[in-house]
């Protein structure tokens, strides 16, 4: 008999991929299908729900053409989080999903925290008031498309909406439902405090099941449009940032995945929720049985190397086009004949103001220190220890709530550059283990889905085969010995910085 293969489908804010695995987390076949952010207005983002599922769908076909359908013995599913799809009662999607970069509902954000005040949420939810969240899209579709909000019968997450596409059947997970800011953080249940506060009728809101459960079967229509087999089951899944904390095999607390990319994201899992004090992070639920996880956002970290390639590394560019290479290993290059600290030269990545570890939207990006004798290869390699010295706040923080770090892992783009993980894991302190797969979250969600058929008897024995290191990255000793001063001159020059942001 044919080894069983495990589905991971991704719906992302740029496109859905569907990833194959075998029992061991070998990456048998994957596929990728795009889809537009839509931007009525100046502010505003949107997706077509429908262009989720056409996605999916071709990216699915694409993929059991090379993979027998007979042999897929499950689905998971993961995705973006917070938006979200209103469904009428025939499941009619009423209007387009409002997704977490739309920044249009300001007015209902004011009034949550008028009206229920910013403690009251956190303490409920574990999330600070913010109108990324599902439960402020809602209040601006009952206040500003009143036409909808009243049609509505049930709202579907992205995930959840393919869930339903494919199975007939609708319902969320809690890692899901934990980035409404309408979930009870501490009970797994819906608030009914909240929504009654708000006005969101309880019975809108999906039923909550555990990311592990089987929602249903593939139909007889679904098999027909995607070539899954009839009958396969499909497991309910989770958010991206949990099943990318599971793919990575961060599931205790004390293990840290950080999920490299346009910014990064650092999942700290928990074993009880403590919603941070100060209201500065979020406390979500993992994809995984009682078990919780801090996330930590640090803007702009695989961006800021992005922006320096497209404006001013065009030369890298086309010495990369020359030698078959990518241009970020040619910045790469360059930057390791720089020696620690740039020779003065400090980079700050607020290219969209600074998340973890400052926290203030008003910061601009910058470099300090700039003279006659800097290169491009001086503020290359300062972009690369600036983004490090951000990670070291994180951690930082993760110990002032109470989190002692024994095991980090780290995924994503930024995975690639070795010089960029020897500054990191020496600006840390600590060991970074680079798993074989990098692309976690499809990983997660392919676990969700082997556990949730009983391939696999727990997370453990799951994670234990299908997810190994391919790498361990230490850190250099001369290399942390200098960046350990560097970095308190950079938290220092930062502090001075701050009030050039009021006038910028």
């Not at 489908?9 to 075998?22: E, L, N, R, S, Y």
């Amino acid at each position: 008999m044919a080894s069983p293969v495990f589905l991971g489908i991704d719906v992302g804010t740029g496109g859905c991929k569907v990833v194959a695995f075998d029992p061991d987390g070998n990456p048998v076949a994957s596929a990728y299908r795009e889809y537009p952010v839509l931007h009525p207005r100046v502010g505003w983002a949107e997706q077509d729900p429908d262009r989720w599922w056409k996605a999916a769908v071709e990216a699915l076909k694409e993929i059991t053409k090379v993979v027998p359908p007979d042999s897929i013995a499950a689905v998971g599913l993961t995705s973006q989080r917070e938006a979200f799809a209103p469904l009428d009662r025939e499941g009619r999607v009423l209007h387009n999903a409002i997704i977490w970069l739309d920044s249009r509902a300001s007015r209902q954000e004011q009034w949550v925290r008028e009206r229920l005040g910013p403690r009251r949420v956190l303490e409920i939810t574990g999330l600070p008031v913010d109108q990324m969240f599902s439960a402020v899209k809602l209040l601006w579709l009952k206040e500003e498309r009143r036409d909808v909000f009243e049609r509505i019968d049930k709202i579907a997450f992205a995930k959840d909406y393919l869930a339903l596409r494919l199975t007939g059947e609708l319902c969320t997970d809690y890692s899901m439902a934990s980035r409404t800011m309408l979930l009870d953080v501490r009970r797994l249940v819906w608030s009914e405090e909240l929504c009654e506060e708000m006005g969101i009728p309880l019975d809108i809101l999906p039923p909550l099941r555990g990311s592990w459960e089987v929602v249903g079967e593939v139909t007889g229509g679904a098999a027909e449009a995607t070539g899954l087999r009839k009958g396969t089951p499909v497991v309910c899944g989770g958010g991206d940032r949990p099943c990318e904390a599971l793919g990575a095999g961060a599931l205790e607390e004390g293990d840290v995945n950080i999920g490299t990319g346009t910014g990064t994201c650092f999942e700290a899992p928990l074993s009880e929720p403590r919603p941070d004090p100060k209201m500065r992070i979020d406390t979500c639920v993992h994809v995984v049985p009682a078990r919780w996880e801090y996330e930590i956002v640090v803007n702009a970290t695989g961006e800021s190397l992005r922006w320096f390639r497209d404006q001013l590394g065009h030369r890298e560019v086309e010495e990369a086009k020359r030698r078959g290479a990518s241009p970020y290993d040619i910045l790469l290059e360059e930057a390791e004949g720089i020696p620690p600290g740039s020779d003065g030269l400090f980079y700050f990545p607020y290219l969209w103001g600074a998340k973890a570890p400052f926290f203030n939207a008003k910061a601009k990006a910058a470099f300090v220190g700039l003279t006659h004798a800097h290169t491009r290869a001086h503020m290359v390699r300062a972009i690369l220890e600036g983004v490090a010295y951000h990670y070291r706040g994180v951690f930082e923080l993760l110990e002032e709530l109470g989190v002692r770090v024994r095991r980090v892992t780290m995924t994503g783009g930024e995975v690639r550059g070795k010089l960029w993980n020897r500054i990191k894991a020496s600006t840390l302190g600590l060991k970074i283990l680079l798993p074989r797969v990098s692309d976690a979250a499809s990983l997660g969600a392919a676990i969700l889905a082997a556990v949730g058929s009983k391939h696999y008897a727990s997370f453990e024995r799951a994670v234990s085969s299908m997810v190994s290191v391919e790498q361990e990255v230490e850190p250099v000793p001369e290399l942390e010995a200098a960046y350990r001063g560097l970095y308190g001159r950079y938290v220092a020059l930062y502090r001075r910085l701050e009030a050039t942001f009021d006038l910028l």
